[in-house]
């Protein structure tokens, strides 16, 4: 027995069903310290080789880094299961000529075990190594199952994803159009009932990515579905209706805390996916663009001074667009890329 294969394998296997079960069930574990990495490097490498400005091609990172994170979890259990039974010379063997396969060889039958795709050329030679290729059967199928639902459920949060920025870059195309749509003449009209769907969805999409930072990599090929322009947006419209409109013209405070949290908890979920807010200040919003169309606004040097008290918050919005590849807003048609 060969004990630095067989602590190795057993380590590697753990450490490999540790991961897939932490990143695809745990809920509040966000992505386990591996997968979370891999993510994160994963999507560096390919903003570093295709660019900032490319976004189609950009948009094949999500997918890439899921099918990658899924893969390696399979390789580090076909591997560590591979060197369990390698590291006992007689642990299988060939039927017919009582061969003792190569390493190679003991990655073959752990693989067809695994995936159940034949008998293979190996038989187990006792009873505990059969006890053991029928754990890792069972284990093996297991991962492969529960990766396969990890799939689907990113997935179903990525349309979700889309839809809520569509959302919003439906209604404006920078923080200050956003309001402005709003706008009445009079009051913000039915801005309460778009803020409660907002941040309804909002929330649920916090819950996602909390449960899958790999969400967050998921880049939009058209700004317009963009979570990190869309999510600036809305963020920044709130702001300029909370400090640079007169209180008396506001909607619903509770409307406006709700949907105010609702954004922060989304920048809580950041954490996972390792991205950091911004060294710079971005841009502060244009309230003569408002006074343009007839919306009361505070001063500028009010609004300014109450930006000043958040600038942390807004460099947090600064990060997540910086890290996604894109611009501040207002949305440019000319850089979908």
């Known amino acids: 027995m060969n004990y630095f294969y067989l602590i190795s394998g057993i380590l590697l296997t753990t450490w490999a069903f540790i991961e897939g079960l932490w990143t695809t ?14 993510t994160t490097v994963i999507w560096k490498v390919m903003r570093g080789i295709v660019g900032t400005k490319k976004h189609h091609k950009l948009s094949l990172s999500g997918p890439i880094i899921l099918i990658t994170t899924v893969s390696v979890w399979i390789l580090m259990i076909l591997l560590g ?17 009582q061969a003792i396969p190569s390493f190679l060889g003991h990655i073959w039958y752990v693989a067809y075990i695994m995936f159940t795709v034949g008998n293979g050329d190996y038989v187990p030679t006792s009873d505990a190594w059969r006890l053991l290729s029928a754990l890792v059967a069972f284990g093996g199928m297991g991962m492969v199952t529960l990766s396969v639902t990890y799939i689907l459920q990113v997935l179903s949060a990525v349309v979700a994803k889309r839809a ?10 920078s923080p200050e159009e956003f ?3 709003q706008w009445t003449g009079d009051d913000f009209g039915d801005i309460e009932l778009q803020l409660s769907s907002l941040s309804n969805t909002l929330s649920t999409l916090s819950e996602k990515h909390m449960a899958y930072p790999i969400l967050h990599y998921y880049h939009a090929a058209n700004p317009q579905k963009a979570n990190a322009i869309a999510l600036t947006i809305l963020d920044e419209a709130l702001t300029i209706i909370q400090y640079g409109v007169p ?5 619903a405070g509770t409307i406006l805390k709700a949907t105010r949290h609702s954004t922060k908890t989304f920048l809580d979920t950041l954490h996972g996916a390792f991205i950091e807010p911004s060294d710079d200040v ?50 440019k048609e000319d850089q979908n890329g």
């Open 179 to 181: 309001v402005t749509a």
């Open 25 to 38: 069930i745990w809920i509040d574990g966000q992505s386990a310290p591996l997968t979370g990495r891999l």
């Open 164 to 173: 809520f920025s569509s959302s919003v870059t439906s209604i404006g195309k």
């Open 247 to 251: 209180e008396k013209h506001h909607p």
């Open 81 to 97: 299961w591979a060197l369990i039974f390698y590291a006992d010379s007689s642990s299988i063997k060939n039927p017919n000529t």
């Open 282 to 331: 971005p841009p502060l919003p244009d309230l003569s663009k408002l006074r343009e169309k007839g919306v009361p606004t505070v001063d500028d040097a009010a609004f300014y001074k109450k930006l000043e008290e958040i600038q942390d918050r807004r460099k947090i919005l600064n990060g997540v667009i910086q890290n996604g590849a894109w611009y501040w807003p207002p949305i």
